[in-house]
C-alpha cells in the first residue's frame, strides 16, 4: 500500500523560507519520479516542481529561482525547499507519485505567507 506523508509547512512572513518534506512508503522509491502540487484557494492545483528518479528537475515558471526539490533515496524521502516565500505562494501543498499507472496523493500540508 502506497503512503506519502508530508510535513513541513506552517505560517511564515514574506520572504520567509520553509521545507517541506514527504515520505514514501509501499512504492520503489529509487525509480518513481515525484512531484509536489499546491492548491490554493479557489484555484485549480497546480504542478509546482517534479524530480526524476535520476535526480533532474523541472519547476513551474511561478517558482523558478526560488524553490528547490530534491529527494534522498536512503530515507526514501523528497523535498522541497522554499525561499523568498511571497504571499502567492499560500496554499495546501501535496506530494504525488504515479506509481504503475495509478496516481497516489498525501494528505496535503498548509502554507501560509503573511505578515
Known amino acids: 500500500q502506497v503512503h506519502l506523508v508530508e510535513s513541513g509547512g506552517g505560517l511564515v512572513q514574506p520572504g520567509g523560507s520553509l521545507r517541506l518534506s514527504c515520505s514514501a512508503s509501499?512504492?520503489?522509491?529509487?525509480?518513481?519520479?515525484m512531484d509536489w502540487y499546491r492548491q490554493a484557494p479557489g484555484k485549480e492545483r497546480e504542478l509546482v516542481a517534479g524530480?526524476?528518479?535520476?535526480?533532474?528537475?523541472n519547476y513551474a515558471t511561478s517558482v523558478k529561482g526560488r524553490f528547490t526539490i530534491s529527494r534522498d533515496y536512503s530515507k526514501n524521502t523528497v523535498y522541497l525547499q522554499m525561499n523568498s516565500l511571497k504571499p502567492e505562494d499560500t496554499a495546501v501543498y501535496y506530494c504525488?507519485?504515479?506509481?504503475?499507472?495509478?496516481?497516489?496523493w498525501g494528505q496535503g500540508t498548509q502554507v501560509t505567507v503573511s505578515s
Open positions: 504525488h507519485v504515479l506509481d504503475r499507472g495509478v496516481n497516489y
Open positions: 524530480i526524476t528518479s535520476g535526480g533532474g528537475s
Open positions: 509501499g512504492i520503489i522509491f529509487s525509480i518513481n519520479a
